[in-house]
């Protein structure tokens, strides 16, 4: 008989758990792992492109990455929400709702993924007019985009998956899914881009097989896990309020991850109006950002499972130490990070590009890019404290609040300073995030934990 009944406990019920520099690093070290794996992608797509020595190419390969970027981040709602949600269920020990919040999650991710492919020919039309490339570059960016977009559902779907295993905890889970998906994008953008000559095709199709094939290992695995334990009835699944309580929170981490992401298509086409070396230069010394935010994701969704886990609880002193040493070790990674940028920054470049143009800019900009994680830490460590409290209205207004600084920042100081005045732009975004969450924390916090 199916069991479809809530714990009888009050939210105020205190279910006490440690927080504990094991549990810690049980997350932070297989999320840290498989988030490498998604840079280090876009390394490999920069250099299978690099190797061709056009950077029309670069460039074209570049903002087509950037439009899934923008679509994808816009859409992480779906991991990050799945993730804050899961793990104020699985703190109040109610596993029908955990699986509730997945089906309700992966219908969305089903259905948008349908729409951005029917959305295709706007989408590139939106792209190119806004960009304004040459035709090279305008070529290069319908080939990659309206290939990839076939892969839209799949990588969705993906985002559910893994959000419902971090929520859980279960991050060595997430971690051989990141490592099967990149794996075999790595594998097969090489084999196709560059063995077999098919250039920004093969990389396309390379990330199409990639997330098809997670997807299916991904599904395979929730179901054997949802097979052991009770069902959640549809009329559960359909519950109007947790459907109203799901896209409030995900609305608000959508319009913030919107926001980041419009700061970072404005930083791109001050490059691509800057001209072709420069548009590369950028978007060179831009992987070594999303490494550094891939990496200390790892923290970020530590941060996500237990203050979302302490929420669900209702246990303050798990949530505190749960910021605390989320904090810790993310300045640890963040700073040993941005030492090895600036060490290795120029060999890297070197490996990536053979135009001298690139390589002799790149130089100039890389201390911009490698000091980035430590800029950048405060922004997204308070991210993900926020997400995993469901705070996401105050996410999302203190992004407004920074966007609206950064613009500020954008139209006065490149005129004056060159593409050094666009980094130290973004430089005042990431703090400004950072900066404007923190002060909101305490006073959020002794709300939610009010007694």
Known sequence: MMIDTPPVLSSKTIRPFEVTNRLMLAITIPVMLASLTTPLLGLVDTAVVGQLGDPHLLGGLAIGALVFDFLFSTMNFLRAGTTGLVAQAMGRHDNIEQQAVFWRAIGIAVVAGLVFIAATPLILSATISFMNPGKAIADAISTYVSIRLLSSPM????????????????????????????????????????????????????????????????????????????????????????????????????????????????????????????????????????????????????????????????????????????FLWGMVLASLMALFFLIYGNAIVAVLIKSPEVQALAAIYLPWAALSPVVGLLAFHMDGVFIGATWSRDMRNMMVLSLLGYFVAYFILPKYLGNHGLWLALYLFLGLRGISLLYILPSRARVQFAD
Do not use: C
Not at 194 to 210: E, F, P, Q, R, Y
Not at 224 to 253: C, G, K, W, Y
């Open 155 to 326: 990588a969705l779907g993906n985002f559910v998956v893994l959000g419902l295993l971090l929520g859980q905890g279960k991050a060595m889970q997430g971690l051989y899914l990141q490592f099967l998906l990149n794996g075999i994008n790595v594998i097969m953008t090489i084999w196709l881009g560059l063995v077999m000559g098919w250039g920004v095709v093969g990389i396309a199709w390379g990330t199409v097989l990639g997330e098809t094939a997670a997807l299916l290992v991904g599904l395979a695995l929730v179901y054997r896990q949802f097979r052991a334990v009770p069902n959640p009835s549809r009329a559960r699944i359909l519950d109007m309020h947790e459907i109203r309580r799901m896209f409030t929170v995900n609305r608000d981490i959508m319009l913030r991850s919107f926001f980041l992401l419009i700061a970072y298509t404005y930083f791109t086409r001050a490059g691509t109006e800057a001209g072709a070396v420069t548009l590369a230069t950028n978007a060179v010394l831009m992987n070594f950002l999303l490494i550094s935010g891939n990496l200390i994701d790892g923290v970020t969704t530590a941060a996500e499972q237990i203050a979302g886990r302490a929420v669900g609880a209702h246990y303050r002193p798990a949530f505190d130490r749960g910021i605390r040493l989320s």
